[in-house]
């Protein structure tokens, strides 16, 4: 993703100096984007950043490669429920490295509200009909369905429910985002009042934008997923991948990311122990509340995403 950690200036001058690896990035605006430049551009890329949920159709498609972390000295203090995740290992090989985890969660325009609402109901509110800002994607958006209508995002049995809320939100909304651009700009010119985002795109709209946004994780629950690296197959500078893996998960960076710009929260436990002990990231997102509420993302089979893409194509029309 751009403006997304891995292509900070300070960040890649950073990385070359210290070790004389050239840094070209490269960009997508959505996980199937990026599966298929790895697809069809063997051997032109040697790190890839994957949604942990999407690292299965990347491990079946044989696109990644397993990883030596003998070779990454920061992969030890990467939380243990993270670094073992099933998602980013098979058959006793890793295929990802935890990097940042977070939220797709809610964030609102500071100037619509007087205090912060504390359920999801709030974009179904009349009052933000035409003002609200939903992320363009097909999965997820079945999955704030799901968790609107009190069920698993993971295992949902009742679509029609889904499609009924759905269906229900659609005049509220003003337009759909793909990128942090689309909707900082959004908020800027004060056209919309809510809308799912993720938690390290509000902590940067604030922080380094200085735009008038909050994050809200909705008493009902919020998505969660996380976010690794992985080396594609056919990578041509194995160690300068290992390289770069290693430097994006080190405490020093996380922390002076953190700081300048804004970020999620890191996968590595001494990146977030470094933070002061009222940092967001630390007190709000490492709470035992918060993480009752929210799910992380499973992987989805391509029957369920067809199903999913069907059902957001035919919402959408209704979009005007």
Known sequence: WKGYGADEPWAVANFEK?????????????????????????????????????????????????????????????????????????????????????????????????????????????????????????????????????????????MDAVKAKLTSLMPQIKTFWSSENDWNQMVASNQIDIGTYWSGSADRAKTHFKLPVSLVIPQEGAVAWLDAFSIPVGSKNVAGAEAFINYMIDPKFYVEWVTKVGAPVSANTKAVDALPEDAFNRKVMGSPDVAKRIQFQAPVTDEQREKYLALWQELKVNVK
């Open 18 to 158: 210290a070790t004389g690896f050239k840094v070209v990035n490269d960009f997508f605006n959505s996980e199937q984007e990026m599966l298929t430049k790895i697809r069809t551009n063997p051997g032109l890329y040697d790190v890839v950043m994957i949604n942990a949920a999407f690292n299965d159709q990347a491990m079946a498609g044989k696109l990644i490669q397993p990883i030596d972390v003998s070779k990454l000295s920061n992969y030890a203090d990467i939380a243990k429920d993270k670094a073992g995740s099933p998602m980013l290992n098979h058959d006793g090989k890793v295929y990802g490295v935890p990097w940042v985890w977070g939220l797709t969660a809610l964030a609102i325009n500071e100037k619509s509200f007087e205090k912060p609402p504390t359920s999801i109901a709030e974009m179904w509110d009349p009052a933000h009909k035409g003002r609200v800002i939903i992320r363009d994607d097909a999965v997820e958006a079945v999955q704030f369905g799901a968790i609107a209508s009190g069920q698993n995002i993971n295992d949902i049995k009742d």
